[in-house]
């Protein structure tokens, strides 16, 4: 059975959550390989609509094994809420649930670290949730993280905790001028946390290579998107975890050779959320009409997205890093009624036409988008299920993305909710839609 994983091809909120859920149903496991609760997939299914920070979408069909991967950072408070919320509205999450025990934690100092650097970087700030992610991720590097098995060994915990507050602490004095952190309330909150969390901890990488022994179909799952790895992205404006498909094999423990497929999630235009370059960013009248067609605010913070048209040179090496065998194009139905569709083909700067994505973060910043204009459509492609329903105009749109891309187009959607999805080819089956 076929190993797949999803990656966002531009910087994140492409609807991968809505891709996730749609070929989760043909997967017996769905796993989460990087990333923490800065990042959100909303699903609107037949039941209602439902946001997911860290738990899998997957968790909304039955009997599906969803894991968070050794490669996130998780937030036990807003991971347990998380889960008392959807099962507030009768989605049974712990039956289903396990987490690695090498994921790192967040804990409150990593909250406060980040919030305080971000204030002191001033025109330079990343536009970071506030959610601690980066310095989590920092202390991973840094080799004085803490683990969810530590949590699971208070005796430990507490040393490691002890060692870093000592330090914490003083930056917290000398540097933010701010008040000490409690050790006792951190460690006493937290052994709570863990022995509620206990029994969903385990050995992913034993556990998932097993069932791929024993052919059953994994579904990775990113977060983010290509543009904010922090390898392969437009650093450093980027996440703190590598959102690439090579990701997926890092946070998981299981190898790329057992990965059979990726499929890459792109909007039939572009967003991004935060500061950073973004050369096809539509200021004004245009932008706002995309960024309100589209429902285009954050699912974790509400942050409104800067909005622009379809980027093909951002997308072209979203194909090459991740090695994607096929493509989702979803939020077709927002350029409905545009008269023409724009796509930016390469970028102009100094005279010089770049058509793979250039090394320096000047060039990023200030070329010029080069765009084909295509003819737009006035029959509406909104709730179309096959391909052929589709006006001429919006096939063109489809066949040029695949031409510059040089992948394949193997799903369209075209509205919000799950049926509203063209299924060309579905990687999770051998037969064709």
């Not at 039956?95 to 790192?104: D, G, T």
């Not at 992913?204 to 022994?213: A, R, T």
């Not at 290509?226 to 890092?250: E, K, M, R």
């Amino acid at each position: 059975m076929p190993n797949i994983i999803v990656v966002g091809t531009q910087w994140g909120d492409e609807g991968k959550g809505k891709i996730v859920h749609l070929l989760a149903k043909d997967a017996d496991v769905i796993v989460r390989y990087q990333g923490g609760a800065n990042a959100g997939h909303t699903v609107i299914d037949h039941r209602a609509q439902y946001t997911f920070h860290m738990i899998p979408s997957g968790i909304l069909h039955p009997g599906k094994t969803c894991i968070l991967g050794n490669g996130m950072v998780i937030d036990p408070a807003a991971l347990l809420e998380e889960i008392e919320l959807l099962e507030s509205q009768q989605i049974p999450v712990r039956e289903n649930f396990l987490i690695s025990h090498r994921a790192h934690l967040i804990l409150p100092y990593h909250r406060a670290i980040e919030r305080a650097n971000e204030k002191l970087k001033g025109p330079r700030r990343i536009g970071t949730t506030g959610r601690g992610i980066g310095p989590s991720y920092a202390d991973k590097m840094g080799r004085t993280g803490i683990r969810m098995c530590d949590l699971l060994d208070p005796t430990g915990f507490r040393k490691i905790l002890e060692a870093n507050l000592a330090e914490m602490n003083l930056l917290f004095n000398r540097l933010y001028d701010a008040e000490s952190m409690d050790l006792e309330k951190i460690f006493e909150t937290y052994c709570g946390y863990g022995e509620r969390l206990k029994s969903h901890v385990v050995d992913i990488s034993l556990l998932i290579n097993d069932l791929i022994d024993r052919s059953k179909t994994v579904l990775f799952e990113g977060a983010q998107g290509t543009h904010l790895d922090v390898d392969h992205g437009t650093y450093p404006f980027v996440t703190s975890s590598s959102s690439t498909a090579g990701g997926a094999c890092t946070g998981t423990g299981v190898g790329p050779t057992r990965i059979n497929e990726v499929i890459g999630v792109t909007k039939a235009y572009t967003t991004r959320v935060g500061s950073g370059p973004f050369p096809t960013e539509l200021l004004g009248d245009a932008g706002n009409g995309l960024k309100t067609r589209g429902n285009e605010f954050g699912a974790t913070t509400g942050r409104p997205r800067r909005c622009g048209w379809y980027d093909a040179v951002a997308v072209k090496y979203a194909v090459r890093v991740n090695g994607l065998s096929s493509l989702a194009v979803t939020k077709l139905d927002v350029l409905d009624g545009e008269p023409e569709i724009k796509l930016c083909t390469s970028y102009l700067y100094d005279g010089k036409h770049y058509t793979d994505m250039p090394l320096n973060e000047a060039i990023i910043n200030s070329c010029e988008p080069v765009y084909e204009v295509l003819e737009g459509w006035e029959t509406p492609t909104s709730g179309a299920t096959l391909y052929q329903e589709l006006p001429e105009p919006a096939k063109r749109f489809i066949e040029r993305v695949e031409v510059l891309a040089g992948c394949k187009v193997d799903i369209v959607s075209t509205g919000s909710r799950e049926n509203e999805t063209i299924i060309i080819r579905n990687p999770l089956v051998t037969e064709k839609q």
